[in-house]
């Protein structure tokens, strides 16, 4: 008799290959049909999104009890909710500002946005880091730094300030 802590038969083998194409495949036509936006620079959204389609695909490849209409239907509804909470931040400025952390000014002319810091817990060794992650020796070459909804820094100096039009909002 043998182990199946080693080998249980070619059937669930077979299965892990047939449903791991289908979906894998699935997946990539869904991702393309639903355009670019998911592929950007991810968002807290995106990022629920990757790691929930990872263990719904994890789950489905070594699960015997989920067929492979299953798991497809799971997929699509996966990545339908994502492009729908898309459509809706594009559509309404209201949903957004429920949804989106939005950029939040951390520095700016010549001073630490304690407030802001505090409450994305960032220190002042945070924004030094990030100048010099931009290639700059001191803050008095940066007009502004700015979190980022995605969670990076956008470090901008002060000869690149312009009218400042991209960052007076947050001001």
């Known amino acids: 008799m043998e182990n199946p802590l080693f080998w249980d038969g070619w059937e669930p083998l077979v299965k892990i290959v047939v449903v791991g194409t289908l979906g894998y495949l699935w997946l990539v036509m869904l991702l393309r049909v639903t355009g670019p936006r998911n592929m950007a620079k991810m968002t807290p959204f995106d990022f629920v999104l990757t790691v929930t389609l990872g263990s719904a695909f994890g789950r489905v490849l070594t699960a015997d009890d989920v067929t492979v209409v299953e798991a497809l239907v799971a997929f699509t509804v996966l990545v339908s909710l994502q492009w729908a909470m ?82 007076r909002p947050y001001v």
């Open 86 to 167: 898309a459509v809706a931040r594009q559509r309404s400025r209201r949903f957004t500002r429920l949804v989106d952390t939005g950029p939040t000014l951390l520095y700016f002319d010549g001073r630490m946005i304690d407030r802001a810091l505090r409450r994305h817990r960032f220190t002042e060794s945070d924004i030094h880091s990030a100048v010099r992650e931009n290639g700059l020796g001191s803050l008095e070459e940066v007009a502004a730094v700015i979190l980022q909804a995605d969670g990076t820094f956008a470090v901008v100096e002060h000869g690149k300030l312009g009218d400042a039009s991209s960052v």
